[in-house]
């Protein structure tokens, strides 16, 4: 890499790429590449070869606001939107790269001129407006692929150029029925704004963004708006298939710790397989990675996809590339159901792959799953994951993306398992769900390699699950890489090295905070010398009732009081997330529970009008719907689920199902039954009452959030996590072993003020509480 690159690559953490396709050796133009909105071009070049318009129409064109050259002891600013480039001395520039790469990311009081990609959109709507037939989502991305490469190759298209090109057999029959095509032709040709579109470095450099934004326009059904033409505006959810585009700074970063990690220098032939492609984002930035690195040898790449459109788009932005490399690339970019075929052996796996749940399967698809996994339902990206470290050659390397709970589910610990004795990762990332553009899915990053190093250590990446994270933590991770301090710990984000032994031996694999690691491992300490013990030695966490139908099996007061005494009986306030707030229960909503001691009370229809006649009136009409409950309970009026062991009422701890330290509380009266929440019952039957309030001052405290990051899942929206059995069954807690001790009796006294909202020494309390852990 040139120095001077170098040079901007470890001071901002930006990454370059060959700024021009099929850019000359020694041109040294560069797209700085950050993953998110502050790309920008950069020129070493030693003669002014442009004026100033042209500088700004190529950074346009490659859908950045910047292009800047360095011209001797000056560096020239030239922003898409001003008029007048500025000059700034480049020994501020250079002694100041961090508050330069601020400075020019994108202002308020800057200029706001349309961005290529929305510009081809444009026209794009207009194609999809007119061919409003539903099934013609593939029609018109073909007629974009077209438009995109006449404009490039200035119109010289037709059918023997088609291969070439990566398009598809039929284009030009959907083309020649498109009589408004020359219309948008012309209005691509003119461009805006002064700006003439440069498709090379459209695609080049934005072809993600601008076909993850054509893809949800295609497959919008234009037959629900009422609007035509420009004005037409498309909604698409991908979540139905599970699959989700990759961002381009994402699959960037995956892409250049890969090829890093896998020592091509060597090497004379690589072969790259991406089994769940999409418009081909890893693979084309694989290719442009390694072309800019140096990489002579022939590459092999396959893409499969099940989606045709995919694999038009693919074959398209893939043979774009292959003018780069003539005859050492060769492609194998096909429609497959990656789940059912078999894979090559190969060098290098990159995916994201598909989230489908066990249910959205079709039966071959299952079948195919049972013969790799025999137990469980597991979620598709799981089979993918396996099926990838299976294909890998000798030293091979993965990189994907992959749902969080694939770290820390009971479901995928097999998994795991099975996965790092063939390919041990030696990077894992927390991203949180604020990655894909129109999905809210909770991800992490993988990447492993074949026999790994077992005793060394994996970097991890944690980022708190909060908006626009993620890619400046994955600039910082490159700046790490080329030699800036680790670990890095931030109040959002932090990098740093774990030995891999301590990883591999947890339950979960789930990065945690720098913060949260040190923390953690005073509490393994604790827990070694038995002044603590886990949650599970002590409570058995009881998963509250499901009813089969909330909407009839529970009711508000209002409809309460109108019962009479009698028909009220049969009815308990519920434990969920609404009568359970800042550690208070209140009766907010009630349960229809007809059980005893000896289990249900209510045995015929007969008995149920007779007993609770107003709520039987109620219920009746939905008979049928009730009995054919997947259960196969025999009374049709009976909860799917009531748990038995809230058939007597009694004294106990519960929870909420979701939420932090606040949705603890004590049920004094015994009266509640847990719907939506948890009940923690205590394994030793002689455990005496107050005790649990003893337990509630620690899980009320603000300390136990910071226990719930480290064994729980965070879910968006700040200090929320998952309180389900699964997770707070691994929390450690104090060991009491006497009933007189100072600091139990003084719990005992804040845990039952907490349970009925009475003001207390909150400091003191939390004081004592961290005291406990070491803090």
Not at 150 to 159: M, P
Request: proline share 4%.
């Amino acid at each position: 890499m040139n120095e001077h690159i170098s040079l901007w690559v470890k001071q901002t953490g930006v990454l370059p790429v060959n700024l021009l396709h099929c850019q000359n050796a020694g041109v040294l133009k560069y797209a700085m590449l950050d993953g998110d909105i502050n790309n920008f071009c950069l020129d070493y070049s030693e003669n002014q070869d442009m004026d100033a318009d042209a500088y700004k129409q190529q950074a346009w064109s490659s859908n950045m606001r910047n292009y800047i050259r360095v011209a001797g002891d000056d560096v020239m600013l030239y922003r898409v939107g001003n008029v007048s480039p500025e000059r700034i001395s480049k020994s501020l520039v250079l002694n100041n790269m961090e508050k330069f790469y601020q400075y020019i990311s994108p202002k308020q009081d800057v200029p706001n001129i349309e961005g290529i990609v929305p510009f081809v959109m444009k026209e794009f709507r207009g194609i999809r407006n007119w061919l409003r037939e539903e099934n013609s989502a593939e029609s018109s991305m073909t007629a974009l692929l077209y438009m995109l490469a006449f404009i490039k190759d200035n119109g010289n298209i037709g059918n023997d150029s088609l291969v070439s090109l990566g398009l598809p057999a039929n284009t030009l029959d959907i083309v020649g029925k498109l009589t408004t095509m020359e219309e948008h032709l012309q209005h691509l040709r003119e461009g805006m704004n002064g700006f003439l579109p440069n498709i090379s470095l459209l695609l080049r450099h934005a072809a993600g963004q601008l076909f993850e934004e054509a893809n949800y326009i295609a497959k919008f059904n234009p037959q629900l708006s009422l609007f035509t033409n420009y004005d037409i505006k498309y909604a698409y959810d991908p979540q139905k298939l599970g699959a989700f585009y990759t961002p381009t700074y994402l699959a960037r970063s995956i892409v250049e710790k890969v090829i890093k990690e896998s020592h091509i220098e060597d090497k004379e032939e690589i072969s790259i397989l991406d089994p769940a492609c999409g418009s081909g984002e890893f693979l084309v930035e694989a290719l442009r990675q390694l072309k800019t690195i140096g990489f002579t040898g022939k590459v092999k790449v396959y893409g499969w996809d099940v989606s045709s459109i995919a694999i038009n788009i693919a074959n398209f932005v893939l043979h774009f590339e292959k003018e780069e490399w003539n005859n050492s690339l060769e492609l194998h970019i096909e429609e497959h159901d990656s789940i059912v075929c078999n894979w090559p052996n190969v060098d290098i796996v990159f995916m994201n792959p598909p989230y489908s749940s066990w249910e959205q399967l079709n039966d071959e698809q299952r079948e195919s799953v049972k013969e790799l996994m025999p137990k469980g339902k597991p979620n598709l990206s799981g089979v993918f994951y396996l099926k990838a470290v299976n294909a890998l050659k000798e030293s091979g390397v993965i990189g994907c993306v992959m749902p969080t709970s694939f770290l820390i589910n009971d479901s995928t610990k097999e998994l795991r398992k099975i996965s790092k004795e063939k390919a041990t990762p030696f990077y894992i990332g927390r991203l949180g769900s604020f990655v894909f553009q129109r999905a809210f899915v909770d991800v992490c990053v993988v990447m492993a390699k074949v026999r790994a190093d077992f005793d060394g250590s994996i970097t991890m990446l944690w980022t708190d699950n909060k908006g626009k994270l993620v890619p400046d933590a994955l600039r910082k991770l490159r700046m790490i890489d080329y030699g800036a301090a680790i670990p890095l710990n931030m109040e959002d984000v932090s990098i740093y090295q774990q030995d891999a032994k301590s990883v591999f031996n947890n339950e979960v694999w789930m990065p945690l905070s720098y913060k949260e690691m040190q923390v953690k491992k005073t509490l393994d300490g604790l827990l070694a010398c038995g002044a603590m013990e886990r949650v599970k030695d002590v409570f058995n966490v009881r998963q509250g009732c499901r009813t089969g139908n909330n909407s009839l099996f529970k009711i508000k007061k209002q409809e309460l009081l109108a019962m009479g005494e009698e028909e009220q009986s049969f009815f308990r306030p519920s434990v969920d997330s609404g009568s359970l707030q800042n550690n208070v229960l209140q009766e907010e909503s009630y349960v229809f529970f007809p059980y005893g001691e000896n289990g249900l009370n209510i045995l015929s229809e007969e008995q149920l009008e007779n007993k609770v006649p107003t709520y039987y009136r109620k219920i009746v009409g939905s008979k049928e719907s009730l009995a054919s409950r997947a259960s196969g309970i025999r009374e049709w009026w009976a909860l799917t689920r009531p748990g038995s062991w809230q058939y007597t009422p009694e004294l106990k701890l519960v929870s909420a199902e979701f939420g932090n330290s606040s949705n603890y509380s004590i049920d004094e009266s015994g009266r509640f039954v847990v719907e939506r929440g948890l009940a923690w019952l205590p394994k030793d039957e002689q455990m005496p009452i107050d005790n649990l309030y003893a337990y509630l001052a620690i899980l009320s405290s603000e300390y136990y959030n910071t226990l719930l990051a480290i064994y729980s899942k965070q879910l968006a929206g700040g200090i929320w996590f998952n309180l389900e059995k699964k997770f707070v069954d691994q929390i450690p807690l104090p060991r009491f072993s006497d009933n007189e001790d100072y600091t139990l009796q003084l719990l005992i006294g804040y845990g039952k003020k907490i349970a009925n909202g009475v003001r207390f020494d909150y400091y003191k309390c939390e004081h004592l509480v961290r005291g406990l852990y070491g803090c």
